[in-house]
């Protein structure tokens, strides 16, 4: 199913491990419900990710417990 999405009016707000200066960052908007939108916050009116609330929340809390921790080999 394809789900179209109006985030014309969002309000976007960048990760806040963002540096400031134009880096590798990411955006989300808030207030879309059971979703997280999720774009490129050098590429603002480019393509955006919708990811279903649970799975973001399942990601953050994996990234906190630093199961992705880059392993030497």
């Known amino acids: 199913m394809l789900a ?4 014309s009016s969002a309000s976007w ?9 134009g ?9 879309v419900p059971g979703v997280l939108p999720v774009r490129d916050s050098k590429v603002p009116h480019g393509a955006f990710l919708v990811i279903p609330a649970a799975a973001w929340t399942g990601f953050v809390t994996a990234v906190r417990a630093e199961r992705f921790t880059r392993r030497a080999g």
């Open 23 to 31: 880096g590798s960052c990411v955006e989300v908007a808030d207030g």
């Open 13 to 21: 707000r960048t990760s806040s491990h963002s540096n400031g200066n």
């Open 4 to 7: 179209r999405f109006d985030l």
